[in-house]
Structure formats: C-alpha cells, structure tokens
C-alpha cells in the first residue's frame, strides 16, 4: 500500500485511533511496531526475516560495542555488523549489477539468478549502519530495548523511502511517552495535502508524458525532448518530495519528529547548495558517514575533489544497481568539485567573498541537475544518448501543447516559490478550527478531479 491508496488510508485511520486510545508507553510502540510489520507485509510478507536479520544485527552489534572497552575489540564488532548489513545490501541489490556487468567481461560458466529487490532495503539498511557507527562514535548510548530497536528501523513512515532517520533522532523520541496535546494536527493534515497534491496531481500525471517519451525517443523532437526532462524533474521533486511530507505529516500525528528532506532544492544556486536541499538526509548521512572519514576538506584540494568524487559515485550506486546512476553521481561529484574550486578560486582574490544567489545561478543548477536527470532516467547508454541527441531537432513539442506547457511550468514555477516564502505552519494555525476545517474540505476537493486515478508506485521504492 502506498500513502496515496484507499488502503492506506483505512490502515491509518486504525493505526492512529488505537495508538492514541492506549495508554502507556510500552503499548503504543508495540502497536505501532505491529502495524509497521502489516504495512511492510502488504509488499511481500517474505522479506520480513531479511528486516528480523538487520534488526538483530543491529540490536546484538550496539551492545557488544558498548559493552567492549579495548579500542581493537570495538572496531572488529563494528565491522563485523557493517559488514553483515552491507552484505545483505549488495546481495539482494547489487547481485544482479555486478553478476550482470562481469558476465560482459569475462565468461561465466554458471548460470546468474535473478534476486527479487526488496523494497526499501537502501533506507532501513543506512538507518541500520548509522546507528552501529554512531555507537561506536559514542554519539549514541545503546538501548536495551529490542521493541525500540526494532520499531526503529521497522516505523512504517519512513520504511519503505525515507527520510534517512538517526538513531540519535528517533530512539530518545521513543523513551518518553508520546502527547495527543502536543500535536500540531492543522500543521500535520495540511502538510499531508501538500504532498498527496506533489504525488497524486503533479507527479502521477506527468509520469503519463514522461514514460512515453523515455519509451522511445528517436520518435520525438528537441521540444518534446526539452519538455520531458523538464517534465521529468518536476516529477522525481513532487514524487519524492510528496513522499517525505506525507511521511512527516503522518509521523507527526502519531507524535513522532522527522526532520526536513527537501528545502526548494530547485531554487539553489549552484551545486552545493543544491545538495544541501535535496533530500537533505541522504546528502546529510553521505557527509557524515563517507565523507568525513574519507578525509573531508582536511588534506588539501586534490584529495578533498577525490572525497567529493568517491562519495557522490557511491551515492549514484545506492541510488540503483546501473551504470547509468555512477554516471549521475559522477556529474554531480563533477559540479560540486567544479563549484568547490570556483568559490576556493574567488575567496583566494577576493577576500571577504561570499557565495551569493543570483537568478542566472540559479537557472545554470537548473540545467544541469536537468542534463543530469535524463541518466537517471534512462534505463542504459543507449537511451540516454538518443534523448540528448533529441536536443539537436529543433522542433515544437508535441506530447503537448507549447502554450498548455507554458502555463503549466509558470503555475508550478510560482507554487515552488510561493512555499518557498510561505511558513505552512504558522499560517495554519492562525485559522481557527472551522475555518481550516472549511478551506481544507475545499481544496482537496478542487484537487480530487485531476488525481489520477492510476495509483503510481513511488519512484524512490525502488531504491
């Protein structure tokens, strides 16, 4: 079930009416431990013992860590436990890459199995690492609890695409028992319609377009071209980006604190302000557990453009199990040495220099982080290669109307920068509660006639 279907509407409504008919502390987080099993259930009840397996990794792995005074005893249960996690990762999600990529090099005598991916295996495996290598940094006290531990990586919120959650976020919010006073629900329910509004409306109905050009583009022009990328990038934002606030907004009524994910990543002027608002828990995790012990910015320029690079082609990686992703995290791991070098060069002559926004900036991130999505797109080389040499046809698009496309970007355009400027907080909560109770029944039914009725499955589910 996805956040979008009926279904998942019924099973909320139920999870949250027993939640906070409980009492006690211990109770809830059994009930929303067991709910959580339900919803992951609904992909494929299989996958569970592979979630139990990382679970007890994690659980025995902190202890015997804390535990353990000499230093060398610590860093061989750490690798042992990254090790196990990673492992069940690259089984289940990089087999078939590396099986596949090997068998074009060298013959293979045996014939190569097919491994089903489990959904969201990426996510809860990162919430997993995070939590092993944050005990061992001694940012974290360990907890005794296995139902903590295991509603930890198993809170259906954020299982199945995120956002990336610490332990050291989660796990304290999980000692003290949750208050149905404290809940922001206008907040919360508003938040909800925002992204069912990026996921059903936007990204749902532009998905239609840019599967058919991406289906075959040889078959289309540089207008159609530029206006499938274009479609393209603003579906994979309110795809994702939906996601995450629906998973906050959803959170946030059982009580719990998820931190931001998205921050207008579109109005960044250049790449590293980019990535420091999009899908900020990844970018986040990738700096603090990659590129740091890499060796961050501490040993000159050429080795910090070798930490950028190496963090931003594994990034690609976890993205997906294709070549086509290494090149997307290459192109970023390219811009950001680019811009680095740039910023590096400019406070060199000119001291007291501050990157600053400029429209042009931003409208160059744009183009590239564009260039960028059509590899990410692309199923191979192959494809991608024909829609960038689809640019070179200049020709009107066809999938739509220029004028009808026209409109549509300078309407999404605006919204993105309306709630760029709007606190959606305090904006609510200055209504009274008939009042946003009146506008919220009207806006979800102006926005109900253009859902699709075809209920997409997240892009980022298959990651």
Request: include cysteine; aromatic fraction near 18%; charge should be positive.
């Amino acid at each position: 079930m996805i956040f979008t279907d009926w279904k998942f509407f019924l099973f909320f409504f139920v999870a949250f009416a027993v939640h906070w008919s409980l009492h006690g502390n211990l109770l809830r987080k059994l009930w929303l431990l067991a709910c959580s099993v339900v919803f992951y259930a609904s992909w494929d009840w299989r996958f569970l013992g592979l979630i139990v397996l990382v679970i007890g990794n994690t659980y025995t792995t902190t202890l015997l860590i804390y535990f353990t005074k000499p230093e060398v005893g610590r860093r061989k249960i750490l690798a042992i436990g990254v090790s196990v996690s990673l492992a069940v990762l690259g089984l289940f999600k990089y087999y078939n890459f590396f099986a596949a990529s090997l068998s074009r090099i060298v013959p293979l005598d045996f014939t190569i199995v097919s491994i089903v991916l489990p959904v969201g295996i990426s996510f809860y495996t990162f919430h997993s690492l995070s939590y092993m290598i944050d005990t061992y940094r001694r940012a974290i006290t360990p907890t005794r609890n296995l139902v903590d531990v295991a509603l930890y990586i198993l809170f259906f919120p954020q299982l199945v695409a995120g956002p990336i959650v610490r332990a050291t976020d989660l796990l304290p919010q999980m000692r003290e028992t949750r208050s149905f006073s404290a809940v922001n629900f206008k907040y919360f329910l508003a938040l909800f319609l925002v992204g069912y509004f990026k996921k059903a409306v936007v990204s749902d109905n532009l998905s239609v377009m840019v599967d058919k050009f991406f289906a075959a583009p040889a078959d289309y022009g540089g207008g159609d071209a530029m206006l499938a990328v274009l479609a393209y990038a603003t579906q994979i934002y309110c795809d994702f980006s939906g996601y995450t606030d629906m998973a906050i907004a959803v959170a946030g009524m059982l009580g719990y604190h998820l931190k931001l994910n998205f921050n207008h990543p579109y109005l960044a002027g250049n790449p590293i302000a980019f990535w420091r608002r999009w899908h900020i828990s990844l970018s986040s995790w990738l700096r603090d557990y990659l590129y740091i012990p890499l060796g961050g910015n501490r040993s000159g320029p050429l080795l910090q453009a070798r930490n950028v690079m190496i963090t931003m082609l594994l990034g690609g990686l976890w993205h997906g199990a294709s070549w086509t992703f290494v090149v997307w995290g290459g192109l970023h791991g390219l811009g950001l040495v680019a811009c680095r070098t740039s910023h590096a060069l400019q406070e060199h002559f000119r001291i007291g220099f501050k990157p600053r926004y400029h429209v042009l900036a931003n409208l160059a991130t744009f183009a590239f982080v564009c260039f960028a999505w059509i590899f990410f797109r692309s199923p191979d080389f192959g494809v991608a290669m024909n829609v960038i040499g689809r640019f070179g046809a200049l020709t009107l698009p066809t999938l739509v109307s220029w004028q009808l496309a026209l409109a549509l970007g300078a309407a999404l355009l605006s919204l993105h920068v309306l709630f760029f400027r709007l606190d959606l907080s305090r904006e609510v909560n200055k209504m009274g509660d008939v009042v946003f109770a009146c506008v919220y029944a009207a806006l979800a039914a102006a926005i109900l006639p253009f859902v699709n009725v075809v209920v997409q499955p997240f892009i980022y589910f298959q990651f």
